[in-house]
Protein backbone atom coordinates (compact mmCIF):
# COMPACT_ATOMS: atom_id res chain seq x y z
CA UNK A 1 0.00 0.00 0.00
CA UNK A 2 1.25 3.73 -0.65
CA UNK A 3 1.25 6.21 1.85
CA UNK A 4 0.22 9.51 1.01
CA UNK A 5 1.23 13.24 2.65
CA UNK A 6 0.60 16.75 1.83
CA UNK A 7 1.96 19.77 2.96
CA UNK A 8 0.49 22.79 3.02
CA UNK A 9 2.37 26.26 4.91
CA UNK A 10 -1.24 26.95 6.14
CA UNK A 11 -0.61 24.31 8.80
CA UNK A 12 1.79 25.72 11.37
CA UNK A 13 2.23 24.37 14.59
CA UNK A 14 4.58 27.17 15.68
CA UNK A 15 8.31 27.59 15.68
CA UNK A 16 11.21 24.94 16.00
CA UNK A 17 12.52 25.95 19.19
CA UNK A 18 15.99 25.39 19.06
CA UNK A 19 16.15 24.52 22.28
CA UNK A 20 14.68 21.17 21.27
CA UNK A 21 17.94 20.20 20.35
CA UNK A 22 19.13 20.27 23.97
CA UNK A 23 21.75 17.23 26.24
CA UNK A 24 22.04 16.05 29.44
CA UNK A 25 25.47 16.20 31.29
CA UNK A 26 24.81 13.93 34.82
CA UNK A 27 27.77 13.05 37.50
CA UNK A 28 27.04 9.18 36.51
CA UNK A 29 29.25 6.92 35.28
CA UNK A 30 31.45 8.11 32.50
CA UNK A 31 30.06 10.86 31.88
CA UNK A 32 31.99 13.49 33.18
CA UNK A 33 35.07 11.47 34.13
CA UNK A 34 36.68 9.93 31.41
CA UNK A 35 33.50 12.03 28.64
CA UNK A 36 33.86 15.45 28.39
CA UNK A 37 36.91 15.80 30.96
CA UNK A 38 39.95 13.96 31.04
CA UNK A 39 43.07 15.72 31.93
CA UNK A 40 46.01 14.00 30.43
CA UNK A 41 44.18 12.91 27.51
CA UNK A 42 45.77 13.35 24.13
CA UNK A 43 42.85 15.99 22.72
CA UNK A 44 42.70 17.84 26.67
CA UNK A 45 42.82 21.59 26.92
CA UNK A 46 44.48 23.32 29.50
CA UNK A 47 41.23 22.97 31.13
CA UNK A 48 40.79 19.03 31.07
CA UNK A 49 38.30 19.42 28.56
CA UNK A 50 38.36 16.62 25.88
CA UNK A 51 38.71 18.13 22.66
CA UNK A 52 37.50 15.14 20.54
CA UNK A 53 33.98 15.33 22.93
CA UNK A 54 33.84 18.89 22.07
CA UNK A 55 34.19 18.87 18.39
CA UNK A 56 31.56 15.63 18.39
CA UNK A 57 28.71 18.06 20.66
CA UNK A 58 29.59 20.89 17.85
CA UNK A 59 28.65 18.68 15.65
CA UNK A 60 25.83 17.28 17.26
CA UNK A 61 24.09 20.39 17.06
CA UNK A 62 23.31 20.73 20.51
CA UNK A 63 21.65 23.85 21.95
CA UNK A 64 21.13 23.58 25.48
CA UNK A 65 22.99 21.25 28.24
CA UNK A 66 20.98 20.22 31.78
CA UNK A 67 23.88 19.94 34.43
CA UNK A 68 24.37 18.04 37.36
CA UNK A 69 21.87 15.89 37.26
CA UNK A 70 19.73 13.96 37.29
CA UNK A 71 19.67 11.86 40.39
CA UNK A 72 22.90 12.72 40.87
CA UNK A 73 22.04 16.62 42.28
CA UNK A 74 19.45 15.52 44.92
CA UNK A 75 22.22 14.97 47.17
CA UNK A 76 24.51 17.32 46.27
CA UNK A 77 26.43 20.43 47.51
CA UNK A 78 27.38 22.85 44.55
CA UNK A 79 29.95 24.36 46.60
CA UNK A 80 32.29 21.25 46.76
CA UNK A 81 32.82 21.95 42.68
CA UNK A 82 34.56 24.90 43.01
CA UNK A 83 37.29 26.55 43.98
CA UNK A 84 40.60 25.28 43.46
CA UNK A 85 40.36 21.35 42.75
CA UNK A 86 43.09 20.34 45.41
CA UNK A 87 40.79 21.92 48.19
CA UNK A 88 37.69 20.13 47.02
CA UNK A 89 36.18 17.30 49.47
CA UNK A 90 35.48 13.38 48.31
CA UNK A 91 31.72 12.36 48.72
CA UNK A 92 29.68 9.23 48.84
CA UNK A 93 27.27 10.23 45.65
CA UNK A 94 23.99 8.14 47.10
CA UNK A 95 22.07 8.70 43.73
CA UNK A 96 24.64 6.15 41.83
CA UNK A 97 27.14 4.68 44.49
CA UNK A 98 29.94 5.90 43.62
CA UNK A 99 32.58 7.89 44.94
CA UNK A 100 32.68 11.84 43.50
CA UNK A 101 35.87 13.48 44.06
CA UNK A 102 34.82 16.66 43.06
CA UNK A 103 37.42 17.70 40.28
CA UNK A 104 34.81 18.61 37.96
CA UNK A 105 32.32 21.37 39.40
CA UNK A 106 29.93 24.17 37.95
CA UNK A 107 33.25 25.99 37.09
CA UNK A 108 34.73 23.61 34.90
CA UNK A 109 31.14 22.98 33.46
CA UNK A 110 30.12 27.03 32.34
CA UNK A 111 33.85 26.30 30.77
CA UNK A 112 33.09 23.61 28.99
CA UNK A 113 29.27 24.77 27.79
CA UNK A 114 31.31 28.24 26.75
CA UNK A 115 33.82 26.00 24.72
CA UNK A 116 30.78 24.11 23.39
CA UNK A 117 28.79 26.30 21.92
CA UNK A 118 25.58 25.06 24.40
CA UNK A 119 23.29 27.18 26.74
CA UNK A 120 23.90 25.73 30.55
CA UNK A 121 20.58 24.45 31.73
CA UNK A 122 21.22 24.14 35.95
CA UNK A 123 19.32 22.32 38.32
CA UNK A 124 19.06 22.83 41.97
CA UNK A 125 19.05 20.38 44.95
CA UNK A 126 15.58 20.38 46.33
CA UNK A 127 16.16 16.82 47.78
CA UNK A 128 18.41 17.21 50.50
CA UNK A 129 18.48 20.82 50.69
CA UNK A 130 16.57 24.06 50.05
CA UNK A 131 15.84 27.60 49.25
CA UNK A 132 18.62 29.16 51.22
CA UNK A 133 21.02 26.84 48.88
CA UNK A 134 19.26 27.50 45.91
CA UNK A 135 19.88 31.10 46.56
CA UNK A 136 23.19 30.58 47.42
CA UNK A 137 24.38 28.93 43.79
CA UNK A 138 22.12 31.74 42.04
CA UNK A 139 24.00 34.17 43.60
CA UNK A 140 27.24 33.17 42.91
CA UNK A 141 26.62 32.23 39.05
CA UNK A 142 24.51 35.36 38.61
CA UNK A 143 24.98 38.11 40.36
CA UNK A 144 27.47 40.75 39.22
CA UNK A 145 29.25 41.42 42.10
CA UNK A 146 29.67 43.03 45.73
CA UNK A 147 28.47 40.15 47.92
CA UNK A 148 30.26 37.08 48.98
CA UNK A 149 29.45 34.48 46.79
CA UNK A 150 29.27 36.50 43.76
CA UNK A 151 33.17 37.76 44.43
CA UNK A 152 34.15 34.50 45.55
CA UNK A 153 32.77 33.48 42.07
CA UNK A 154 35.34 36.12 40.63
CA UNK A 155 37.87 34.60 42.65
CA UNK A 156 37.76 32.01 41.11
CA UNK A 157 38.66 33.11 38.04
CA UNK A 158 35.08 33.77 36.38
CA UNK A 159 34.73 38.13 36.75
CA UNK A 160 31.54 38.49 34.75
CA UNK A 161 28.62 36.58 36.13
CA UNK A 162 28.06 33.06 33.90
CA UNK A 163 23.75 34.50 33.29
CA UNK A 164 22.36 31.31 33.82
CA UNK A 165 18.89 31.75 32.57
CA UNK A 166 17.40 28.35 32.75
CA UNK A 167 17.26 26.63 36.16
CA UNK A 168 15.37 23.50 36.76
CA UNK A 169 13.78 22.75 40.82
CA UNK A 170 15.12 19.65 41.59
CA UNK A 171 14.98 16.42 39.69
CA UNK A 172 12.04 13.69 39.53
CA UNK A 173 11.50 14.05 43.37
CA UNK A 174 7.87 11.87 42.66
CA UNK A 175 9.99 8.88 42.78
CA UNK A 176 10.80 6.79 45.62
CA UNK A 177 14.57 5.88 44.37
CA UNK A 178 15.91 9.75 44.70
CA UNK A 179 17.41 11.27 47.47
CA UNK A 180 14.58 13.46 49.36
CA UNK A 181 12.00 11.95 47.70
CA UNK A 182 8.63 14.34 48.41
CA UNK A 183 4.85 14.05 48.00
CA UNK A 184 3.27 16.37 45.49
CA UNK A 185 2.09 18.84 48.16
CA UNK A 186 5.81 18.84 49.79
CA UNK A 187 7.80 19.19 46.78
CA UNK A 188 5.14 21.68 45.16
CA UNK A 189 5.42 24.14 48.28
CA UNK A 190 9.10 23.90 48.06
CA UNK A 191 9.43 24.30 44.89
CA UNK A 192 7.05 27.59 44.49
CA UNK A 193 9.08 29.16 47.92
CA UNK A 194 12.05 27.91 45.72
CA UNK A 195 11.12 29.92 42.74
CA UNK A 196 9.91 33.08 44.46
CA UNK A 197 13.44 33.25 46.61
CA UNK A 198 15.43 32.62 43.36
CA UNK A 199 13.21 35.59 40.90
CA UNK A 200 13.86 38.19 43.65
CA UNK A 201 17.25 37.64 43.08
CA UNK A 202 17.24 37.53 38.90
CA UNK A 203 14.21 38.00 37.70
CA UNK A 204 15.02 37.33 34.20
CA UNK A 205 15.48 33.56 34.88
CA UNK A 206 13.43 30.76 33.89
CA UNK A 207 12.35 27.76 35.94
CA UNK A 208 10.90 24.15 35.56
CA UNK A 209 9.28 22.79 38.21
CA UNK A 210 9.38 19.13 38.55
CA UNK A 211 6.89 16.37 36.52
CA UNK A 212 6.35 13.38 36.61
CA UNK A 213 9.28 10.71 36.15
CA UNK A 214 7.53 8.50 33.47
CA UNK A 215 3.90 8.27 32.30
CA UNK A 216 3.64 4.81 34.03
CA UNK A 217 4.26 6.60 37.80
CA UNK A 218 1.38 5.67 40.00
CA UNK A 219 1.24 9.82 40.70
CA UNK A 220 1.29 10.65 37.08
CA UNK A 221 -1.00 13.71 36.37
CA UNK A 222 -2.17 14.14 39.72
CA UNK A 223 1.41 15.03 40.86
CA UNK A 224 1.39 17.35 38.01
CA UNK A 225 -1.69 18.86 39.00
CA UNK A 226 -0.95 19.09 42.60
CA UNK A 227 2.19 21.27 41.74
CA UNK A 228 0.87 22.97 39.75
CA UNK A 229 -1.43 24.62 41.86
CA UNK A 230 1.15 25.43 44.04
CA UNK A 231 4.28 26.57 41.20
CA UNK A 232 1.94 27.39 37.99
CA UNK A 233 2.22 31.37 38.06
CA UNK A 234 5.88 31.09 39.18
CA UNK A 235 7.24 28.81 36.39
CA UNK A 236 8.15 28.81 33.28
CA UNK A 237 8.00 25.02 31.97
CA UNK A 238 7.03 21.41 33.81
CA UNK A 239 9.59 18.85 32.82
CA UNK A 240 8.55 15.05 31.70
CA UNK A 241 10.81 12.33 31.45
CA UNK A 242 10.76 9.45 29.55
CA UNK A 243 12.74 5.90 28.96
CA UNK A 244 12.16 3.31 26.28
CA UNK A 245 13.50 -0.29 26.84
CA UNK A 246 14.35 -2.53 23.94
CA UNK A 247 15.39 -5.41 26.44
CA UNK A 248 12.62 -7.17 26.12
CA UNK A 249 12.52 -8.14 22.18
CA UNK A 250 9.09 -6.59 21.47
CA UNK A 251 10.42 -5.07 18.38
CA UNK A 252 7.35 -3.77 17.12
CA UNK A 253 6.73 -1.81 19.97
CA UNK A 254 9.68 -0.52 20.53
CA UNK A 255 9.60 1.30 16.80
CA UNK A 256 6.08 2.78 17.97
CA UNK A 257 7.09 4.33 21.05
CA UNK A 258 7.00 7.69 19.67
CA UNK A 259 2.95 6.67 20.53
CA UNK A 260 3.22 6.53 23.85
CA UNK A 261 5.61 9.74 23.99
CA UNK A 262 2.90 11.69 21.87
CA UNK A 263 0.20 10.91 24.38
CA UNK A 264 2.61 11.46 27.40
CA UNK A 265 2.64 15.09 26.06
CA UNK A 266 -0.94 15.64 25.34
CA UNK A 267 -2.03 14.20 28.97
CA UNK A 268 0.72 16.64 30.26
CA UNK A 269 -0.35 19.73 28.61
CA UNK A 270 -4.42 18.75 29.29
CA UNK A 271 -3.16 18.76 33.15
CA UNK A 272 -1.18 21.67 32.91
CA UNK A 273 -4.93 23.68 31.31
CA UNK A 274 -6.84 22.18 33.63
CA UNK A 275 -4.93 24.25 36.40
CA UNK A 276 -4.59 27.63 34.37
CA UNK A 277 -8.31 27.34 33.53
CA UNK A 278 -9.07 26.60 37.58
CA UNK A 279 -6.68 29.45 38.24
CA UNK A 280 -7.96 31.83 35.40
CA UNK A 281 -4.06 31.71 33.66
CA UNK A 282 -4.24 33.05 30.48
CA UNK A 283 -0.55 31.97 29.89
CA UNK A 284 0.07 28.21 28.40
CA UNK A 285 2.73 26.59 30.27
CA UNK A 286 5.13 24.77 28.53
CA UNK A 287 6.72 21.12 28.91
CA UNK A 288 10.90 20.95 29.39
CA UNK A 289 11.08 17.54 28.46
CA UNK A 290 14.26 17.06 29.74
CA UNK A 291 15.44 13.51 29.62
CA UNK A 292 14.60 11.06 26.93
CA UNK A 293 16.32 8.19 25.03
CA UNK A 294 16.27 4.61 24.49
CA UNK A 295 17.71 2.96 27.51
CA UNK A 296 18.67 -0.55 28.30
CA UNK A 297 17.00 0.38 31.70
CA UNK A 298 16.43 -3.08 32.65
CA UNK A 299 20.53 -3.93 33.23
CA UNK A 300 21.16 -1.01 35.48
CA UNK A 301 20.75 -2.56 38.76
CA UNK A 302 23.03 -5.45 38.02
CA UNK A 303 25.77 -2.75 36.96
CA UNK A 304 25.03 -1.17 40.29
CA UNK A 305 25.23 -4.57 42.35
CA UNK A 306 28.16 -6.34 41.02
CA UNK A 307 30.90 -3.15 42.34
CA UNK A 308 31.51 -1.32 45.71
CA UNK A 309 31.81 1.98 46.14
CA UNK A 310 34.44 3.42 43.35
CA UNK A 311 34.99 6.55 40.67
CA UNK A 312 33.95 6.91 37.96
CA UNK A 313 32.74 3.06 37.02
CA UNK A 314 31.75 2.12 33.34
CA UNK A 315 28.31 2.49 34.25
CA UNK A 316 25.12 2.11 31.70
CA UNK A 317 27.13 2.15 28.48
CA UNK A 318 24.64 0.91 26.53
CA UNK A 319 26.11 -0.27 22.86
CA UNK A 320 22.86 1.76 20.46
CA UNK A 321 21.58 -0.67 17.46
CA UNK A 322 20.27 0.41 14.37
CA UNK A 323 16.99 0.39 14.93
CA UNK A 324 17.72 2.50 18.34
CA UNK A 325 18.48 5.06 16.34
CA UNK A 326 15.22 4.95 13.86
CA UNK A 327 13.21 4.92 17.27
CA UNK A 328 15.45 8.49 18.61
CA UNK A 329 14.60 9.57 15.18
CA UNK A 330 11.33 9.07 15.76
CA UNK A 331 11.35 10.72 19.52
CA UNK A 332 12.50 13.78 17.52
CA UNK A 333 9.67 13.56 15.59
CA UNK A 334 7.32 13.70 18.01
CA UNK A 335 9.00 16.71 19.88
CA UNK A 336 8.99 18.94 17.60
CA UNK A 337 5.23 18.39 16.20
CA UNK A 338 4.54 19.57 19.72
CA UNK A 339 6.32 22.87 19.13
CA UNK A 340 3.58 24.64 19.90
CA UNK A 341 3.95 23.44 23.58
CA UNK A 342 7.28 21.70 23.82
CA UNK A 343 9.91 24.33 24.59
CA UNK A 344 13.19 22.53 25.75
CA UNK A 345 14.10 18.91 25.83
CA UNK A 346 17.54 17.20 26.29
CA UNK A 347 18.21 13.60 25.05
CA UNK A 348 20.07 11.67 28.03
CA UNK A 349 22.93 11.53 28.26
CA UNK A 350 25.77 13.22 26.31
CA UNK A 351 28.59 10.83 26.43
CA UNK A 352 29.46 7.55 28.03
CA UNK A 353 26.20 6.72 29.11
CA UNK A 354 23.42 5.72 26.82
CA UNK A 355 24.64 8.42 25.12
CA UNK A 356 25.15 9.24 21.26
CA UNK A 357 29.06 9.80 21.71
CA UNK A 358 31.27 7.18 23.34
CA UNK A 359 34.51 7.34 24.29
CA UNK A 360 37.75 5.17 25.42
CA UNK A 361 39.64 6.59 28.47
CA UNK A 362 42.81 7.44 27.12
CA UNK A 363 41.51 6.48 24.01
CA UNK A 364 39.38 7.91 20.92
CA UNK A 365 35.30 9.04 20.51
CA UNK A 366 32.98 8.03 18.22
CA UNK A 367 29.41 8.49 17.25
CA UNK A 368 26.96 5.73 18.02
CA UNK A 369 24.33 4.98 16.00
CA UNK A 370 21.83 7.80 17.55
CA UNK A 371 23.90 10.40 16.87
CA UNK A 372 23.23 10.71 13.60
CA UNK A 373 19.35 11.27 13.56
CA UNK A 374 19.95 14.09 16.10
CA UNK A 375 22.31 15.89 14.57
CA UNK A 376 20.80 15.95 11.18
CA UNK A 377 17.46 16.89 12.73
CA UNK A 378 19.23 19.36 14.80
CA UNK A 379 21.05 20.70 11.55
CA UNK A 380 18.07 21.06 9.20
CA UNK A 381 15.13 20.75 11.07
CA UNK A 382 14.91 25.01 11.41
CA UNK A 383 12.26 27.47 10.76
CA UNK A 384 8.16 26.73 11.44
CA UNK A 385 6.87 23.12 11.80
CA UNK A 386 3.57 22.41 9.82
CA UNK A 387 1.09 19.87 10.77
CA UNK A 388 1.24 16.46 8.96
CA UNK A 389 -1.25 13.99 8.58
CA UNK A 390 -0.10 11.24 6.64
CA UNK A 391 -2.13 8.15 4.99
CA UNK A 392 -0.88 5.17 5.49
CA UNK A 393 -1.68 1.11 7.14
CA UNK A 394 -1.24 -0.01 10.37
CA UNK A 395 0.60 -2.38 11.98
CA UNK A 396 -0.23 -4.22 15.36
CA UNK A 397 1.85 -3.49 18.52
CA UNK A 398 1.64 -5.52 21.73
CA UNK A 399 2.22 -2.36 23.89
CA UNK A 400 0.15 0.17 21.93
CA UNK A 401 -2.37 -1.96 19.53
CA UNK A 402 -2.61 -0.88 15.77
CA UNK A 403 -0.38 2.01 15.15
CA UNK A 404 0.67 3.72 11.67
CA UNK A 405 3.57 2.39 9.41
CA UNK A 406 4.64 6.25 9.14
CA UNK A 407 5.49 9.03 11.24
CA UNK A 408 5.87 12.22 9.86
CA UNK A 409 6.86 15.91 10.25
CA UNK A 410 7.94 19.06 8.36
CA UNK A 411 9.67 21.90 8.92
CA UNK A 412 9.77 25.08 6.59
CA UNK A 413 12.52 27.58 6.76
CA UNK A 414 10.65 31.06 5.61
CA UNK A 415 13.93 33.02 5.08
CA UNK A 416 15.28 30.08 2.74
CA UNK A 417 12.11 28.44 1.34
CA UNK A 418 13.80 25.36 2.20
CA UNK A 419 11.43 22.53 3.62
CA UNK A 420 12.60 19.36 5.15
CA UNK A 421 10.35 16.46 5.92
CA UNK A 422 11.40 13.79 8.51
CA UNK A 423 10.02 10.58 7.72
CA UNK A 424 9.72 7.38 9.90
CA UNK A 425 8.85 3.81 8.36
CA UNK A 426 8.40 1.49 11.19
CA UNK A 427 7.04 -1.43 8.95
CA UNK A 428 9.14 -4.45 8.00
CA UNK A 429 8.70 -3.49 4.12
CA UNK A 430 9.55 -0.69 1.83
CA UNK A 431 6.94 1.74 1.81
CA UNK A 432 5.84 4.08 -1.40
CA UNK A 433 5.30 7.73 -0.47
CA UNK A 434 3.55 10.44 -2.36
CA UNK A 435 4.28 13.72 -1.52
CA UNK A 436 1.79 16.77 -2.10
CA UNK A 437 3.44 20.13 -1.86
CA UNK A 438 1.61 22.01 -4.40
CA UNK A 439 1.10 24.27 -1.39
CA UNK A 440 4.71 25.32 -1.72
CA UNK A 441 5.16 25.76 -5.26
CA UNK A 442 8.75 26.16 -6.84
CA UNK A 443 10.63 23.71 -5.08
CA UNK A 444 13.14 21.00 -6.01
CA UNK A 445 14.16 17.85 -4.41
CA UNK A 446 17.53 18.16 -2.90
CA UNK A 447 18.47 15.65 -0.89
CA UNK A 448 17.12 11.74 0.48
CA UNK A 449 19.01 10.43 3.25
CA UNK A 450 17.87 7.24 4.71
CA UNK A 451 19.37 5.17 8.33
CA UNK A 452 17.62 2.22 7.38
CA UNK A 453 18.05 -1.41 9.92
CA UNK A 454 16.05 -3.33 8.00
CA UNK A 455 18.60 -5.28 6.74
CA UNK A 456 21.06 -5.70 9.57
CA UNK A 457 18.78 -4.48 13.17
CA UNK A 458 21.07 -5.32 15.42
CA UNK A 459 23.82 -3.31 13.88
CA UNK A 460 26.19 -1.14 16.15
CA UNK A 461 29.53 1.25 15.99
CA UNK A 462 32.28 0.35 17.56
CA UNK A 463 35.90 1.53 18.40
CA UNK A 464 36.73 -0.74 15.70
CA UNK A 465 34.03 0.07 13.57
CA UNK A 466 33.12 3.62 14.55
CA UNK A 467 30.41 3.73 10.82
CA UNK A 468 29.12 0.92 10.15
CA UNK A 469 25.37 2.58 10.91
CA UNK A 470 25.37 5.55 9.03
CA UNK A 471 22.96 7.67 6.92
CA UNK A 472 23.25 7.09 3.38
CA UNK A 473 22.08 9.16 0.39
CA UNK A 474 19.64 8.21 -1.66
CA UNK A 475 18.37 9.89 -4.75
CA UNK A 476 17.38 13.42 -4.58
CA UNK A 477 13.28 13.39 -4.75
CA UNK A 478 12.22 14.43 -8.79
CA UNK A 479 9.08 17.20 -8.17
CA UNK A 480 6.57 17.01 -11.20
CA UNK A 481 3.88 19.93 -10.70
CA UNK A 482 4.52 19.79 -7.13
CA UNK A 483 4.25 15.99 -5.92
CA UNK A 484 6.52 13.36 -6.04
CA UNK A 485 6.81 9.66 -5.23
CA UNK A 486 9.38 8.31 -2.91
CA UNK A 487 10.34 4.95 -1.30
CA UNK A 488 11.41 4.54 2.65
CA UNK A 489 13.16 1.27 3.19
CA UNK A 490 11.67 -1.01 5.81
CA UNK A 491 12.73 -0.28 9.17
CA UNK A 492 13.81 3.22 8.20
CA UNK A 493 14.15 7.25 9.41
CA UNK A 494 14.54 9.45 6.63
CA UNK A 495 15.27 13.17 5.75
CA UNK A 496 13.97 14.56 2.64
CA UNK A 497 15.25 18.08 1.50
CA UNK A 498 13.39 20.30 -0.72
CA UNK A 499 15.16 23.58 -1.88
CA UNK A 500 13.76 26.72 -3.92
CA UNK A 501 14.26 26.17 -7.74
CA UNK A 502 16.93 28.57 -8.47
CA UNK A 503 15.79 31.56 -10.80
CA UNK A 504 17.47 31.32 -14.10
CA UNK A 505 19.77 34.75 -14.59
CA UNK A 506 18.45 36.14 -17.38
CA UNK A 507 20.67 36.15 -20.63
CA UNK A 508 21.90 39.68 -22.52
CA UNK A 509 19.95 41.38 -25.48
Known amino acids: MTAKLTIDPAFAIGPADRRIFGSFVEHLGRCVYGGVYEPGHRSADPHGLRGDVLELTRELGVSVVRYPGGNFVSGYRWEDGVGPVA ?108 ARAMKMIDPSISLVACGSSGRGMPTFASWEATVLEHTYELVDYVSAHTYYDPADG ?77 VVGDLLITLLRHADRVGVACQAQLANVIAPIRT ?99 AVNTEAEPDRVTPRELAAPTLDGGRCAVLLPAVSWNLLRFTPTPTPTPTGA
Open 250 to 326: DRASLLASAVDMDHFIAEVVATADHVAAKQRHRRKLKISFDEWNVWYQSRLQADLDRRGWVEAPTLIEDDYTAVDAV
Open 87 to 194: DRPRRLDLAWKTIETNAFGLDEFMTWAAAAGVEPMMAVNLGTRGVQEACDLLEYANHPGGTRLSDLRRSHGAEQPYGVKLWCLGNELDGPWQVGHKTAEEYGRLAAET
Open 360 to 458: RTGGPAWRQSIFHPFALTARHATGTVLRTEPVCPTYATKRYGDVPVLDTVAVHDEETGTLTVLAVNRGTADLPLDLDLRGLPGLAGAAHLTLAAGDDPD
